[in-house]
C-alpha cells in the first residue's frame, strides 16, 4: 500500500524557516518524481515544487523561488522541503504527491499526481 | 503561467442529476488536462489525466472531454459520495497550475 506522511509543520514568526518531511512507502521512490502543493485556508490548490526521481532535476513557482528548496533522500525514501524567509501568505496546508508516472530523469508531471499525504499545516504569523 | 479558469465556482445538484464542469485554458494545453476531487478536510483524489483518461479505481461514471483550451469533466448520474470541489490543472508546462474549483453541492 502506497503511503505518504507528511511532518515537520508548525508556526513559525515571518522571515523564520522550517523543514517539511513526506516519508513514503509501498513503491520504488527514487523512480517517481514528486512534488509539493499547497492550499491556504479556505482557498484552491497551489503547485509549489517538484523534483525528478533522480534528484537532478527541479522546479519552483515563482511565488516561492529563491526561499524554499526542494529534495530528497531516497535511502529514506523521503522528500524534503526547506522553506526560508517564510512570509505571512505562505501559511497554508502542504501536501507532498506523487507523480503517476515513473520516470527518473525528469520531472514526469504530464498525467498528474496518483497519491497525496494528509498534509502538514504551516502557519507563518507574528 | 497558464491561467485555469472554471465554471461555475459552485452548483447545486440532486442525486441523479447530470453534472458539467467547465475548464478553460489561457493558452492550448493540447491534452494535458487533469481533473482531482476534494472532499473537506482530504487531500485530492485523481480522477481523470490526459482529459479524458479514467484514473485506476474511479467510477465510470466520471468522464473527461475537451483539447486545445477548453475541457469538461461530466458525471454522468451524481450520487451522495460525489459532493466534493473538482479542481481542474494543466499539466502541459510547469509551473503546474490549478483552476480555482468547482464546489458540487446537494440541491
Known amino acids: ?126 | 503561467d497558464i491561467q485555469m479558469t472554471q465554471s461555475p465556482s459552485s452548483l447545486s445538484a440532486s442525486v441523479g442529476d447530470r453534472v458539467t464542469i467547465t475548464c478553460r485554458a489561457s493558452q492550448s494545453i493540447s491534452r494535458y488536462l487533469v481533473w482531482y476531487q476534494q472532499k473537506p478536510g482530504k487531500a485530492p483524489n485523481l480522477l481523470i489525466y490526459s482529459a479524458s483518461s479514467l484514473q485506476s479505481g474511479v467510477s465510470s461514471r466520471f468522464s473527461g472531454s475537451g483539447s486545445g483550451t477548453d475541457f469538461t469533466l461530466t458525471i454522468s448520474s451524481l450520487q451522495p459520495e460525489d459532493f466534493a470541489t473538482y479542481y481542474c490543472q494543466q499539466s502541459y508546462i510547469l509551473p503546474l497550475t490549478f483552476g480555482g474549483g468547482t464546489k458540487v453541492e446537494i440541491k
Not at chain 1, 515544487?49 to 524554499?68: A, E, L, M, Q
Not at chain 1, 504527491?97 to 497525496?116: F, N, V
Open chain 1, 1 to 126: 500500500e502506497v503511503q505518504l506522511l507528511e511532518s515537520g509543520g508548525g508556526w513559525v514568526q515571518p522571515g523564520g524557516s522550517l523543514r517539511l518531511s513526506c516519508a513514503t512507502s509501498g513503491f520504488s521512490f527514487s523512480n517517481y518524481g514528486m512534488s509539493w502543493v499547497r492550499q491556504a485556508p479556505g482557498m484552491g490548490l497551489e503547485w509549489v515544487s517538484g523534483i525528478s526521481g533522480s534528484g537532478t532535476v527541479t522546479s519552483y513557482s515563482d511565488s516561492v523561488k529563491g526561499r524554499f528548496t526542494i529534495s530528497r533522500d531516497d535511502s529514506k525514501s523521503t522528500l524534503y522541503l526547506q522553506m526560508d524567509s517564510l512570509r505571512d501568505e505562505d501559511t497554508a496546508l502542504y501536501y507532498c504527491a506523487k507523480d503517476l508516472e515513473p520516470c527518473s530523469s525528469a520531472i514526469c508531471y504530464e498525467r498528474g499526481h496518483d497519491y497525496w499525504g494528509q498534509g502538514s499545516l504551516v502557519t507563518v504569523s507574528s
